[in-house]
């Protein structure tokens, strides 16, 4: 069972067992999210385009391993608003990879913890979109995880059991620091 915060707890639905976001939710986390992700060359492509990138990417080495991972990371700035950013990264292991990403502010957030469950919320979202679109396509094995941007170290690793277990409940894989790099590197980059 995950944890949610007590706010969020009427925008939860019990559907066969699994909690999904539903609809509420969804719009009240996801209305001000841009639909356009940015790639590392600075071009704006919708979630359909950047698919179509990483199909073509592994596609391109089909014998290779591949691994899509997604995090978001965020800063909270003077004003208590904060400032997100979700990657979307595919790597060629052993090989180097390609990524994508998108950068928006949210309202305010007074605690940590509700900043790192946004992050996760935010990046399961992103990540259901992105994966159902993969699963369109034929293509080489690949592993599809989440990265978390909270770790053993530091004031995050309060929320870690919270944040893994809510990942999970959704039937992801996830990471944390110092495993998390799609988080932790790659959006902290753009944060």
Request: proline share 4%; aromatic share 8%.
């Amino acid at each position: 069972m995950c944890i949610i915060p007590s706010a969020c707890l009427g925008c939860y639905a019990r559907s066969a067992g699994t909690t999904k976001l539903t609809e509420h939710l969804e719009k009240l986390i996801f209305q001000v999210m841009p639909e356009f992700l940015n790639d590392s060359n600075g071009a704006m492509l919708t979630i359909s385009q950047v698919v179509a990138e990483i199909v073509a990417y592994m596609r391109a080495e089909p014998d290779r391993r591949y691994r899509v991972t997604l995090g978001t990371d965020s800063e909270l700035l003077a004003d208590k608003d904060a400032d997100f950013v979700t990657a979307v990264v595919v790597h060629r292991v052993g090989n180097g990879g390609r990524y994508f990403w998108r950068r928006f502010e949210l309202g305010k957030f007074h605690t940590l913890r509700d900043r790192m469950i946004r992050e996760a919320l935010i990046s399961l979202e992103l990540a259901r979109k992105v994966l159902e679109e993969l699963r369109k396509e034929p293509l080489p094995a690949f592993e599809f995880e989440i990265h978390a941007d909270i770790g053993e170290q530091g004031p995050t690793r309060a929320v870690i059991q919270e944040i893994v277990g809510m990942i999970r409940a959704h039937n992801f894989e996830v990471r944390i620091k110092p495993f998390s790099y799609a988080a932790t590197n790659v959006a902290d980059r753009h944060v």
